[in-house]
């Protein structure tokens, strides 16, 4: 270890803005690894049935906050699913009832459980000019979902089509691009900041798409957007590291048991809960910016979504940690991503 790199590193409590937990004995599997690393985190509300309603998300809600573990303080910040028959005041009364922060736009058919997404962005114009009204962001999977589209060209031809005409038309709306994936699309936020943000995974850091099949196909490294050529997981970092303020945390966290990984039409999703920290403060090391680290990890999301940020701190040790290779959820698992590994960072103490 280069006598530069700190034997350890403190920051306040971190946010994850982007979560996947799922229901059931899924989320009972998987909420404690969430809580073990961040203290908040923007719930994704693709369920089956989508969570699309006020009373919907405060149950949701509600099971969240019941499966916690024993003594955590965990807070989950709930997101409303947009369809095309999303009514205005519905929007209005979760935000100002502070049931959710955001809303949450899936193209339809964009990915895991997006069937129920908006066909029709345009005509979601009364939705967005309320939320644009009462400072609701919005969040986006990017994606265009013409089955003619190649699979890596998605998400630049969906920010050229659909994105840009869309922060035309809705000049103060607040937008959060999710799990950014190419350079193109870091220019687009830094171009319209402070009002567009953008959030990237661990996971876009630290694999491309030859990853996906050195040795084989890997369909725990399949995820959607799909990790792109080397240049962009190159830029993802220098921007993650940049300490510019548009950028911050959000895992895209996605569990899915083994067997819906590894079928012949395998789900999307990497389950990177139990390792995010470890993985982001190491590429931050890598890049020589741990000094950075907190404002990614901690700050610039809550300043963006204008809430208070937390006020206890957690501590990263420079010390090999492995965490398991799987969860167990009922009868099969859930492959963790860089689980099994000898990870150089590891947790330490959590003070609230």
């Known amino acids: 270890m280069s006598a530069a790199v700190p034997a350890s590193l403190t920051i306040r409590r971190p946010d994850d803005w982007h979560v996947h937990f799922r229901d059931g004995a899924m989320l009972a599997a998987v909420l404690p690894h969430t809580a073990a690393q961040f203290a908040r985190a923007l719930v994704m509300p693709n369920l089956v049935p989508p969570v699309t309603d006020v009373s919907a998300a405060r ?12 003594g955590s303080d ?29 809303a949450k736009l899936y193209p339809a ?14 005509a979601l114009a009364p939705v967005l ?17 013409d089955p003619a589209t ?16 869309l922060l035309k038309r809705h000049q103060g709306l607040k937008v959060v691009l999710e799990h950014i994936t190419t350079a193109e699309t870091l220019d687009i936020v830094r171009a319209h900041g402070p009002r ?10 630290t694999i491309n798409r030859t990853s996906i099949f050195q040795g084989g196909l890997r369909p725990h490294l399949y995820c959607l957007p799909v990790a792109k050529r080397e240049r962009h997981r190159l830029a993802l970092r220098k921007a993650a590291t940049s300490g510019e303020t548009c950028f911050f945390l959000g895992t895209d966290t996605a569990p899915h048991r083994r067997g819906d990984k590894e079928a012949a039409c395998g789900c999307a999703g ?3 809960g139990p390792t995010a920290l470890q993985t982001y403060v190491q590429v931050f090391e890598e890049e020589g910016a741990l000094h950075h680290f907190e404002g990614f990890a901690s700050l610039n999301g809550p300043n963006f979504h204008g809430i208070p940020v937390n006020a206890g701190t957690i501590e990263l040790l420079r010390r090999p940690g492995r965490m398991p290779a799987a969860v167990a959820v009922e009868d099969t698992e859930v492959v963790v991503y860089r689980g099994g590994e000898d990870l150089p960072w590891s947790i330490g103490r959590v003070a609230a």
């Open 150 to 165: 190649d699979i890596f060209d998605r998400e630049s031809i969906f920010m050229e089509e659909t994105l840009l005409p």
């Open 59 to 70: 149950a949701y809600r509600e099971r969240i906050l019941a499966a916690r573990p024993e």
């Open 196 to 205: 567009v943000a953008g959030t990237i995974t661990p996971h876009h850091l």
């Open 74 to 102: 965990f807070k989950p910040l709930m997101t409303c699913y947009l369809t095309d028959t999303t009514r205005p005041d519905e929007i209005e009364a979760g935000f100002a009832e502070q049931v959710w922060l955001g």
């Open 270 to 272: 990497l389950f990177v």
């Open 109 to 122: 058919g964009a990915t895991t459980n997006a069937h129920h997404g908006v066909t029709d962005i345009a």
């Open 129 to 145: 000019e309320r939320m644009e009204r009462i400072g609701m962001a919005l969040s986006i999977h990017g994606e265009a979902t």
